[in-house]
T-cell receptor
Framework: ETGVTQTPRHLVMGMTNKKSLKCEQHLGHNAMYWYKQSAKKPLELMFVYNFKEQTENNSVPSRFSPECPNSSHLFLHLHTLQPEDSALYLC???????????FGEGSRLTVL | RKEVEQDPGPFNVPEGATVAFNCTYSNSASQSFFWYRQDCRKEPKLLMSVYSSGNEDGRFTAQLNRASQYISLLIRDSKLSDSATYLCVVNRVGPGGGADGLTFGKGTHLIIQP
């Protein structure tokens, strides 16, 4: 079983839809992250959770809403997205804030 | 100056050749440096950490130059399977001066040609 699993792998949604991305880590890590990867841009950190408490929100629009019910699960709730939000959304986990990041395979989102 | 800068490439290199690329970082207080590898449509994975004295892992050598604030990655005897995007990663420095997460460069795209 892979260390960090994300579902769904692909998602197409309209601008008025509400959907959620799910991430689960089986590594016993205490920090989890959401990153956005758009074409020709570096990985953008969106949210950080440390021991299931949100410690960082990098000026992400409110149409993205994270949820971390426990230290091994992380969700990203999506609503009223824009076409420019189409990207690969990567979940990652680490032991501590400077440990190696282990990424999930990503959820490729297309907003129509 | 961007926090982490890399030449995006692509670097087109014949199989068996040696290739090197650099990455510059802006915060002189950064302490941790890494190279991650990302294959097409896949997630990034740690390739190697970069230590102050430089370090080698098989065909890969990483170097750190603190004075000029750059790190480098050298790949010897390149293989077709080395084709990927190589991401330079530097730790962020928090308000108290401690490490506070990681910043990724845009990546350097490497294509090894047969």
């Amino acid at each position: 079983e892979t260390g960090v699993t994300q579902t769904p792998r692909h998602l197409v949604m309209g601008m008025t839809n509400k959907k959620s991305l799910k991430c689960e880590q089986h590594l016993g890590h205490n920090a989890m992250y959401w990153y956005k990867q758009s074409a020709k841009k570096p990985l953008e950190l969106m949210f950080v959770y440390n021991f299931k408490e949100q410690t960082e929100n990098n000026s992400v629009p409110s149409r993205f809403s994270p949820e971390c019910p426990n230290s091994s699960h992380l969700f990203l709730h999506l609503h009223t997205l824009q076409p420019e939000d189409s990207a690969l959304y990567l979940c990652a986990s680490s032991q501590g804030r400077t440990g190696e990041l282990f990424f999930g395979e990503g959820s490729r989102l297309t907003v129509l | 100056r961007k926090e982490v800068e890399q030449d995006p490439g692509p670097f087109n290199v014949p199989e068996g050749a040696t290739v090197a690329f650099n990455c510059t970082y802006s915060n002189s207080a950064s302490q941790s440096f890494f190279w991650y590898r990302q294959d097409c449509r896949k997630e990034p994975k740690l390739l190697m950490s970069v230590y102050s004295s430089g370090n080698e892992d098989g065909r890969f050598t990483a170097q750190l130059n603190r004075a000029s604030q750059y790190i480098s990655l050298l790949i010897r005897d390149s293989k077709l399977s080395d084709s990927a995007t190589y991401l330079c990663v530097v730790n962020r420095v928090g308000p108290g001066g401690g490490a506070d997460g990681l910043t990724f460069g845009k990546g350097t795209h490497l294509i090894i040609q047969p």
